[in-house]
């Protein structure tokens, strides 16, 4: 069956993807039997459905993905977890006492898992997988810049890592914690994670990462 | 009619500006041009100067206007004080109230609202510059900044203005030749459905004219929709794929 799109390549909403209505993936739709784009994005097949991954847009929580969010509301039974933006995720817990032991003020950040996600909302982990962050710096970047920045099997986030020294702890929905010895790896990691911010998708961008760190880290704050 | 005393035709067969018939103002689009929103765009059609930014999906505010199983699209369409020749006043006018309507409702008829429960996206159209068309000219520069700011949707559209001047069907009118020409019709539409989106008529057309002049738009559309997707695969085409 045909295929109208060379892999990786750029489609923009309402170009035509495949003739197969069957094989709608995430990122298209389907029109009288045939796939089209519905976002700007790389056209990819990904267990043999076409797929468009976005380059712009908001968060879409997936069971499964590590997230950082702030304290929103603290009810009787849970929390509310803000994930930035417009989402709100729930962490509902059934045990009275133990929301109490657990004690989360609002603005607290805390790092969890999303258990489900649906039409009724967004529900996080309980337990050990919902744990506080309790010191670092806390930045946001586009979401949809998480994976460049974790790079081919986290080969970009090790090297921040081992070159800022700092630790860095990553929300799929775009927030970031920096948490470092020194103020210098700190800047130069938060530097670092603006540049591939900002010019993700640019060839040779690990190099200019590696530079950019080394300078900063010798001193010369630019 | 005092209409017809004016001359929108020279002697050579162009018009005033010195265009063909069945032809378009020098056409600019821009995408990606405001920094604080999610997605925005810029068109330019001959004198016709239009900004729009998209902000979104977001919390709607109030928050009982919230729909539980799609989002809101709000649609501002707005011109500046200094976009006419007599300063027009803040605020929004009736024409300007009635506009965003229908700007709003062309541009939900492509727009996957129902992908994001409980939010809302709000487009701001504001035109810089009047020149004829601009509300045209707002929905091409509306849909290019929903799509820019990654909004799933099913088609970007394109409109443009056809109008009647002196007798002769033409496209793209401007200011002077809506102004003393005998009809003006906006249309918008989304190529990829085939579907009109939006359609207005001002003035007067018989049957056999009125569907020339949707065969004119249409020819229009048609420029517009290419440059629009040119100048999106112009913002993004520095993006390499191995990356991801």
């Known amino acids: 069956m045909p295929l109208y799109f060379s892999?990786?390549?750029?489609?923009?909403?309402?170009?035509?993807?495949?003739d197969n209505g069957r094989r709608s993936g995430e990122g298209t739709y389907v029109l009288d039997g045939k796939v089209y784009a519905a976002v700007i994005g790389l056209a990819t097949i990904k267990n043999e459905k076409v797929c468009v991954i976005p380059l712009k847009g908001v968060y879409n929580p997936q069971v499964g993905d590590k997230v950082i969010g702030i304290i929103a509301e603290v009810k009787p039974n849970g929390y509310e977890v803000s994930l930035g933006k417009h989402l709100f995720a729930t962490v509902k817990i059934p045990d009275k006492r133990e929301v109490q032991a657990m004690n989360f003020k609002i603005g607290d950040v805390i790092y969890g898992v999303v258990k489900e996600s649906g039409l009724r909302g967004v529900f996080l982990e309980t337990g050990d997988k919902l744990k506080k962050i309790t010191s670092g710096l806390l930045i946001m970047i586009h979401p949809s810049k998480?994976?460049?920045?974790?790079?081919?099997?986290?080969?970009?986030?090790?090297?921040?890592?081992?070159?800022?020294?700092?630790?860095?702890?990553?929300?799929?929905?775009?927030?970031?914690?920096?948490?470092?010895?020194?103020?210098?790896?700190?800047?130069?990691?938060?530097?670092?994670?603006?540049?591939?911010?900002?010019?993700?998708?640019?060839?040779?961008?690990?190099?200019?990462v590696g530079k950019l760190i080394k300078k900063i880290m010798q001193g010369a704050v630019s | 009619m005092k209409s017809n005393e004016v001359k929108l035709i020279r002697e050579d067969g162009r018009r005033l500006d010195g265009r063909a018939f069945d032809e378009l103002r020098p056409l600019k689009i821009e995408v990606g041009v405001l920094e604080?929103?999610?997605?925005?765009?810029?068109?330019?059609?001959?004198?016709?100067?239009?900004?729009a930014a998209v902000f979104g999906p977001r919390e709607v505010h109030p928050k009982h206007l919230a729909l539980a199983d799609r989002a809101i699209l709000n649609c501002r369409y707005h011109m500046a004080s200094f976009s006419v020749d007599e300063r027009k006043p803040l605020g929004m006018t009736r024409r300007e109230i009635e506009l965003s309507k229908v700007i709003?409702?062309?541009?939900?008829?492509?727009?996957?609202?129902?992908?994001?429960?409980?939010?809302?996206?709000?487009?701001?159209?504001?035109?810089?510059?009047?020149?004829?068309?601009?509300?045209?000219?707002?929905i091409t520069a509306g849909s290019l900044a929903l799509a820019e700011a990654g909004i799933p949707m099913i088609d970007l559209v394109a409109g443009v203005a056809v109008g009647k001047i002196n007798g002769h069907l033409v496209l793209d009118i401007s200011d002077i030749e809506d102004k003393y020409g005998e009809a003006d019709m906006p249309v918008a539409m989304a190529p990829r459905l085939n579907s009109i989106v939006l359609l207005q008529l001002n003035g007067r057309l018989?049957?056999?004219?009125?569907?020339?002049?949707?065969?004119?738009?249409?020819?229009?559309?048609?420029?517009?929709?290419?440059?629009?997707?040119?100048?999106?695969?112009?913002?993004?085409?520095?993006?390499?794929?191995?990356?991801?």
């Not at chain 1, 892999?7 to 495949?18: D, H, T």
């Not at chain 2, 709003?104 to 429960?117: G, H, K, N, T």
């Open chain 1, 146 to 208: 998480i994976p460049r920045l974790i790079g081919r099997r986290g080969s970009m986030i090790n090297m921040l890592k081992k070159e800022t020294g700092c630790e860095l702890i990553i929300g799929k929905n775009g927030y970031i914690v920096i948490r470092g010895d020194n103020p210098l790896g700190e800047f130069a990691a938060l530097s670092a994670i603006k540049l591939i911010e900002r010019e993700a998708h640019s060839q040779g961008l690990t190099e200019r």
């Open chain 2, 104 to 138: 709003r409702e062309a541009l939900e008829s492509v727009v996957f609202l129902e992908e994001f429960p409980r939010t809302c996206i709000d487009v701001y159209i504001e035109v810089i510059q009047a020149d004829g068309g601009t509300r045209t000219a707002g």
């Open chain 2, 36 to 51: 604080k929103c999610d997605g925005s765009a810029y068109v330019e059609l001959g004198k016709t100067k239009v900004y």
């Open chain 1, 7 to 18: 892999e990786k390549e750029i489609v923009l909403p309402g170009q035509l993807l495949s």
């Open chain 2, 206 to 244: 018989t049957g056999e004219e009125f569907k020339n002049a949707l065969e004119l738009a249409k020819k229009g559309i048609m420029e517009i929709y290419q440059q629009q997707r040119e100048a999106l695969r112009r913002k993004y085409s520095g993006i390499s794929a191995e990356e991801v």
